[in-house]
């Protein structure tokens, strides 16, 4: 991996984490509702399931695991 590949992923991994902290704050603003939707809180946390997982697969490039 060359050095433009890896700004590029932690550009995009910054920018999933920070997507990831407004859904939390999100889901958290509509749960404080006394009527939500649940449906739509149903979305946002597998939407915020979906970035977990591509921040956990860009981490494992940028960072992989050696076994010594």
Request: zero cysteines; proline letters at 1%.
């Amino acid at each position: 991996m060359n050095a433009e590949e890896k700004r590029e992923l932690l550009a995009e991994l910054e920018r999933l984490k920070q997507e990831h902290r407004d859904l939390d704050t999100a889901i958290e603003a509509l749960l404080a509702a006394s009527t939500y939707d649940r449906l739509q809180v149903q979305r946002l946390k597998k939407r915020k399931l979906q970035l977990r997982d591509r921040i956990t697969r860009i981490d494992d490039q940028l960072f992989p695991d050696i076994i010594a």
